[in-house]
C-alpha cells in the first residue's frame, strides 16, 4: 500500500476510481505515468500535499479572453488615451 495517495482534479466530474501506477525516476524527480482515463487537461498542473500527507494535482485553467477582461478594471479618464491632432494628407503626385 502507498505510503500517500495521488488525487487529481480537474473540471470535468470525477467518478472514485483507482488504478495501480508505478513510480519511476526521471532524473532527480519521481515521477509516475497518468493513465489515460485520468488525464487532465491542458499542458500544466499544480501539485499540492495535504495535512494527510496526500499529494494533489490540479490541471491549471487558462482563463478565457472574455474572463481575462472582466477581470481588468476599466480605465480612467487620466488614463484615457490624448487626443491626437488629425493633420491633411500630404498632396501626392502620380
Not at 488525487?7 to 489515460?36: E, H, K, L, M, Y
Not at 501539485?47 to 478565457?64: F, N
Request: glycine share 4%; aromatic share 8%; charged share 30%.
Amino acid at each position: 500500500m502507498p505510503w500517500h495517495i495521488l488525487v487529481a482534479r480537474c473540471s470535468t466530474a470525477i467518478t472514485a476510481q483507482t488504478r495501480s501506477v508505478r513510480i519511476f525516476r526521471n532524473g532527480r524527480s519521481q515521477a509516475i505515468r497518468i493513465p489515460r482515463e485520468f488525464a487532465l487537461p491542458g499542458e500544466e498542473a499544480t501539485i499540492t500535499r495535504d495535512e494527510q500527507g496526500r499529494l494533489i494535482v490540479e490541471a491549471v485553467k487558462k482563463p478565457s479572453l472574455l474572463e481575462l477582461l472582466k477581470s481588468w478594471e476599466p480605465l480612467s479618464d487620466e488614463d484615457a488615451m490624448p487626443e491626437i491632432e488629425d493633420y491633411p494628407p500630404e498632396p501626392f503626385e502620380f
